[in-house]
């Protein structure tokens, strides 16, 4: 299958600044790529779309100013949780799917810990 | 709107015996896919099957057997002869065709042990 990377595997950040996460699609054109976010022993939840040159589509409930997401290439999607806040802390896991794609590919996933 | 539902919350077994995960979804679509994902400790997501809805047979892979009935909504998961390296969570999701957003279900912790 397609090889997409996540970036940062985990991150501890102090609460008030910014991090970014990087999703990577190697081999293939990514025009669709996804964000989901699992808390501790739940279910994935999908935060939002994006396709490549276009603003993110954001699920209900999600903060679009505090979650950003640039799709600015085939290749790459980033995800900034801005002014983060121990209540995001969470796994965050991307994944990216081509025209072709028969399905969705995942990123390794990044953990963040915001103390 | 469309929903997944993993009933079993957590399910323990002893290695060598068989596991049925189950999974039940509702969606007003009529061409749709299904799939099972295993998450192991590390948080990474293991792609296992994808069904469409227009394909209702069985799928055997190995170890791993997939059931698929529309009739009842229900796509379970069997696992023969279990093994320790076989304790994961198991999701079960669901797309619509022409979408790659999945649905999850709210996963099946299982636990094999030896």
């Known amino acids: 299958g397609a090889v997409v990377s996540q970036h940062p595997s985990w991150v501890i950040c102090k609460s008030g600044t910014s991090v970014k996460i990087e999703c990577r699609s190697l081999d293939f054109q990514a025009t669709t790529m996804f964000w989901y976010r699992q808390f501790p022993k739940q279910s994935l939840m999908l935060m939002a779309t994006s396709n490549e040159g276009s603003k993110a589509t954001y699920e209900q409930g999600v903060e679009k100013d505090k979650f950003l997401i640039n799709h600015a290439s085939l290749t790459l999607s980033t995800l900034t949780v801005t002014s983060a806040h121990p209540e995001d802390s969470s796994f965050y896991i991307c994944s990216a799917s081509g025209r072709d794609s028969a399905r969705a590919f995942f990123g390794q996933g990044t953990r963040l810990t915001v103390v | 709107a469309q929903k997944v539902t993993q009933a079993q919350t957590e399910i323990s077994v002893v290695e060598k015996e068989d596991v049925t995960l189950d999974c039940v979804y509702e969606t007003r679509d009529t061409t749709y896919y299904l799939f099972w994902y295993k998450q192991p400790p590390s948080g990474e997501l293991v792609f296992l099957i994808r069904r469409n809805s227009f394909d209702e047979q069985n799928e055997i892979s190995g170890r791993y057997s997939w059931n698929f009935q529309k009739s009842t909504s229900s796509f379970n998961f069997t696992i023969t002869a279990s093994q320790v390296v076989d304790s994961a969570v198991y999701f079960c999701?669901?797309?619509?065709?022409?979408?790659?957003?999945?649905?999850f279900g709210t996963g099946t912790r299982l636990l094999v042990s030896p």
């Open positions: 999701a669901l797309t619509s065709a022409g979408f790659q957003k999945l649905v």
